[in-house]
Protein backbone atom coordinates (compact mmCIF):
# COMPACT_ATOMS: atom_id res chain seq x y z
CA UNK A 1 0.00 0.00 0.00
CA UNK A 2 0.86 3.40 -0.53
CA UNK A 3 2.66 5.60 1.85
CA UNK A 4 3.57 9.02 2.65
CA UNK A 5 6.13 10.24 5.57
CA UNK A 6 7.14 12.83 7.16
CA UNK A 7 9.89 12.64 9.84
CA UNK A 8 9.74 16.04 11.09
CA UNK A 9 6.41 16.49 13.21
CA UNK A 10 7.86 20.10 14.21
CA UNK A 11 10.58 22.45 12.79
CA UNK A 12 11.13 25.92 14.38
CA UNK A 13 13.26 28.58 12.17
CA UNK A 14 14.19 31.89 12.75
CA UNK A 15 12.46 34.32 10.66
CA UNK A 16 14.83 34.98 7.54
CA UNK A 17 16.31 31.33 7.82
CA UNK A 18 15.86 28.50 5.18
CA UNK A 19 13.32 26.00 5.40
CA UNK A 20 13.49 22.65 4.29
CA UNK A 21 10.76 20.06 4.95
CA UNK A 22 10.92 16.41 3.98
CA UNK A 23 8.92 14.06 2.41
CA UNK A 24 9.23 10.29 1.09
CA UNK A 25 6.64 7.92 -0.26
CA UNK A 26 6.50 4.19 -0.95
CA UNK A 27 4.14 3.50 -4.17
CA UNK A 28 4.54 1.79 -7.45
CA UNK A 29 5.28 3.73 -9.61
CA UNK A 30 5.91 7.71 -9.57
CA UNK A 31 2.51 9.00 -8.26
CA UNK A 32 1.55 12.88 -9.00
CA UNK A 33 3.37 14.42 -5.60
CA UNK A 34 1.79 17.42 -3.68
CA UNK A 35 2.42 20.15 -0.96
CA UNK A 36 -0.24 21.53 1.01
CA UNK A 37 0.04 23.78 3.83
CA UNK A 38 -3.10 24.27 6.38
CA UNK A 39 -2.92 27.28 8.93
CA UNK A 40 -4.97 26.99 12.08
CA UNK A 41 -8.81 26.27 11.56
CA UNK A 42 -8.70 26.61 8.01
CA UNK A 43 -8.82 23.85 5.20
CA UNK A 44 -5.64 23.43 2.79
CA UNK A 45 -3.88 25.11 0.39
CA UNK A 46 -2.23 23.55 -2.39
CA UNK A 47 1.56 25.25 -2.59
CA UNK A 48 2.80 23.66 -5.81
CA UNK A 49 2.30 20.04 -7.76
CA UNK A 50 4.55 17.73 -9.91
CA UNK A 51 3.25 15.52 -12.23
CA UNK A 52 6.41 14.98 -14.65
CA UNK A 53 9.40 16.42 -16.65
CA UNK A 54 11.52 19.37 -14.54
CA UNK A 55 12.47 17.62 -10.94
CA UNK A 56 12.23 21.16 -9.32
CA UNK A 57 9.15 23.10 -9.43
CA UNK A 58 8.31 26.32 -8.37
CA UNK A 59 4.87 26.94 -5.96
CA UNK A 60 3.45 29.91 -4.32
CA UNK A 61 4.88 31.93 -1.67
CA UNK A 62 8.11 31.54 -2.51
CA UNK A 63 8.46 27.63 -2.00
CA UNK A 64 9.55 24.97 -4.27
CA UNK A 65 10.00 21.21 -4.11
CA UNK A 66 12.65 19.13 -6.06
CA UNK A 67 11.30 15.32 -6.87
CA UNK A 68 13.89 12.98 -6.44
CA UNK A 69 12.97 9.60 -8.16
CA UNK A 70 15.76 7.48 -6.61
CA UNK A 71 15.49 8.51 -3.35
CA UNK A 72 11.32 8.49 -3.33
CA UNK A 73 11.82 11.83 -2.16
CA UNK A 74 10.29 15.31 -2.52
CA UNK A 75 11.30 17.71 -0.12
CA UNK A 76 9.67 21.06 0.02
CA UNK A 77 12.13 24.36 0.39
CA UNK A 78 12.19 27.82 1.07
CA UNK A 79 15.38 30.22 1.04
CA UNK A 80 13.78 32.99 3.28
CA UNK A 81 10.81 32.46 6.05
CA UNK A 82 8.60 34.46 7.11
CA UNK A 83 6.61 34.81 9.87
CA UNK A 84 3.11 34.07 8.23
CA UNK A 85 4.80 30.78 7.13
CA UNK A 86 4.45 29.22 10.23
CA UNK A 87 1.78 26.49 9.96
CA UNK A 88 1.09 22.85 9.17
CA UNK A 89 2.55 21.37 5.78
CA UNK A 90 0.94 18.54 4.74
CA UNK A 91 2.81 16.36 1.38
CA UNK A 92 0.69 14.49 -0.69
CA UNK A 93 0.30 11.37 -3.07
CA UNK A 94 -2.25 10.38 -5.73
CA UNK A 95 -1.99 7.98 -8.09
CA UNK A 96 -1.99 9.01 -12.04
CA UNK A 97 -4.66 5.92 -12.76
CA UNK A 98 -8.14 6.73 -12.79
CA UNK A 99 -9.78 7.72 -9.71
CA UNK A 100 -8.69 10.74 -6.92
CA UNK A 101 -7.56 9.92 -3.98
CA UNK A 102 -4.65 12.28 -1.86
CA UNK A 103 -2.75 9.94 0.77
CA UNK A 104 -1.31 12.13 2.84
CA UNK A 105 1.80 12.51 5.15
CA UNK A 106 1.87 13.10 9.08
CA UNK A 107 2.32 16.97 8.41
CA UNK A 108 5.04 18.94 9.85
CA UNK A 109 4.47 22.11 12.14
CA UNK A 110 6.29 24.86 11.57
CA UNK A 111 6.97 27.51 13.96
CA UNK A 112 8.65 30.67 13.33
CA UNK A 113 10.85 32.55 15.85
CA UNK A 114 11.18 36.37 15.43
CA UNK B 1 -14.77 32.25 -9.11
CA UNK B 2 -15.81 30.92 -6.21
CA UNK B 3 -13.90 28.11 -3.94
CA UNK B 4 -15.24 25.12 -2.37
CA UNK B 5 -17.96 25.89 0.02
CA UNK B 6 -18.64 23.36 2.91
CA UNK B 7 -21.58 23.92 5.13
CA UNK B 8 -21.73 24.10 7.86
CA UNK B 9 -18.91 25.73 9.37
CA UNK B 10 -19.22 24.34 12.85
CA UNK B 11 -21.54 21.35 14.20
CA UNK B 12 -22.40 19.80 17.25
CA UNK B 13 -23.93 16.28 17.66
CA UNK B 14 -25.48 13.82 19.87
CA UNK B 15 -23.88 9.90 20.06
CA UNK B 16 -26.25 8.45 17.97
CA UNK B 17 -27.32 11.03 15.80
CA UNK B 18 -26.73 11.46 12.32
CA UNK B 19 -25.38 14.31 10.11
CA UNK B 20 -24.91 15.66 6.66
CA UNK B 21 -22.55 17.87 5.51
CA UNK B 22 -22.55 19.53 2.54
CA UNK B 23 -19.91 20.61 -0.42
CA UNK B 24 -20.24 22.40 -3.67
CA UNK B 25 -17.27 22.35 -5.83
CA UNK B 26 -15.70 24.79 -8.01
CA UNK B 27 -17.82 25.50 -10.85
CA UNK B 28 -16.90 22.69 -13.69
CA UNK B 29 -15.81 20.31 -10.99
CA UNK B 30 -17.03 16.86 -11.41
CA UNK B 31 -14.95 15.41 -8.90
CA UNK B 32 -15.37 15.22 -5.08
CA UNK B 33 -13.33 13.93 -2.58
CA UNK B 34 -13.78 13.92 1.24
CA UNK B 35 -11.35 13.48 3.84
CA UNK B 36 -11.30 13.71 7.75
CA UNK B 37 -9.10 15.13 9.56
CA UNK B 38 -8.09 13.99 13.10
CA UNK B 39 -5.23 14.78 15.35
CA UNK B 40 -4.75 11.08 16.18
CA UNK B 41 -4.98 9.80 12.61
CA UNK B 42 -4.18 12.84 10.32
CA UNK B 43 -5.51 12.93 7.13
CA UNK B 44 -7.76 9.92 5.55
CA UNK B 45 -9.62 9.78 2.62
CA UNK B 46 -13.38 8.78 2.91
CA UNK B 47 -14.67 8.60 -0.50
CA UNK B 48 -14.55 10.72 -3.87
CA UNK B 49 -17.36 11.12 -6.50
CA UNK B 50 -16.98 11.55 -10.36
CA UNK B 51 -20.20 12.46 -12.24
CA UNK B 52 -22.85 11.15 -9.52
CA UNK B 53 -21.25 8.12 -9.26
CA UNK B 54 -18.81 7.00 -6.16
CA UNK B 55 -15.40 6.10 -7.66
CA UNK B 56 -13.01 5.40 -4.81
CA UNK B 57 -13.84 4.49 -1.19
CA UNK B 58 -11.23 4.81 2.02
CA UNK B 59 -11.48 2.45 4.76
CA UNK B 60 -13.85 3.94 6.71
CA UNK B 61 -17.11 2.34 8.13
CA UNK B 62 -20.52 2.06 6.45
CA UNK B 63 -21.95 4.79 8.82
CA UNK B 64 -20.23 6.92 6.72
CA UNK B 65 -21.59 7.66 2.94
CA UNK B 66 -22.04 10.12 0.53
CA UNK B 67 -23.42 11.14 -3.34
CA UNK B 68 -23.40 13.34 -5.53
CA UNK B 69 -25.81 15.25 -7.55
CA UNK B 70 -25.89 16.40 -11.27
CA UNK B 71 -24.58 19.65 -10.54
CA UNK B 72 -21.71 18.13 -8.69
CA UNK B 73 -22.53 19.23 -5.41
CA UNK B 74 -21.89 16.78 -2.78
CA UNK B 75 -23.29 15.27 0.73
CA UNK B 76 -21.40 13.04 3.15
CA UNK B 77 -23.91 11.59 6.13
CA UNK B 78 -22.57 10.01 8.72
CA UNK B 79 -25.40 7.95 10.79
CA UNK B 80 -25.15 6.16 14.68
CA UNK B 81 -22.79 9.16 15.15
CA UNK B 82 -19.86 8.41 18.03
CA UNK B 83 -17.31 10.54 19.89
CA UNK B 84 -14.74 9.41 17.94
CA UNK B 85 -16.19 10.69 14.84
CA UNK B 86 -15.29 14.29 16.10
CA UNK B 87 -12.86 15.72 13.35
CA UNK B 88 -12.33 18.18 10.63
CA UNK B 89 -14.43 16.90 7.58
CA UNK B 90 -12.57 18.35 4.57
CA UNK B 91 -13.91 18.53 0.59
CA UNK B 92 -11.92 18.98 -1.96
CA UNK B 93 -12.81 19.81 -5.57
CA UNK B 94 -10.67 18.97 -8.87
CA UNK B 95 -11.59 19.21 -12.65
CA UNK B 96 -10.29 15.74 -13.92
CA UNK B 97 -8.10 13.83 -12.84
CA UNK B 98 -6.21 15.71 -10.31
CA UNK B 99 -3.01 17.08 -12.61
CA UNK B 100 -4.58 20.52 -12.14
CA UNK B 101 -4.36 20.04 -8.12
CA UNK B 102 -7.52 19.73 -5.54
CA UNK B 103 -8.92 22.54 -4.69
CA UNK B 104 -10.17 22.10 -0.33
CA UNK B 105 -12.94 24.08 1.32
CA UNK B 106 -12.35 25.17 4.64
CA UNK B 107 -14.00 22.21 6.45
CA UNK B 108 -16.87 21.36 8.86
CA UNK B 109 -15.79 20.83 12.03
CA UNK B 110 -18.23 18.01 13.50
CA UNK B 111 -17.97 17.85 17.49
CA UNK B 112 -19.91 14.57 18.89
CA UNK B 113 -20.51 14.94 22.40
Known amino acids: AQSVTQPDIHITVSEGASLELRCNYS??????LFWYVQSPGQGLQLLLKYFSGDTLVQGIKGFEAEFKRSQSSFNLRKPSVHWSDAAEYFCAVAPKAAGNKLTFGGGTRVLVKP | KAGVTQTPRYLIKTRGQQVTLSCSPISGHRSVSWYQQTPGQGLQFLFEYFSETQRNKGNFPGRFSGRQFSNSRSEMNVSTLELGDSALYLC???FGQGMNGYTFGSGTRLTVV
Open chain 2, 92 to 94: ASS
Open chain 1, 27 to 32: YGATPY
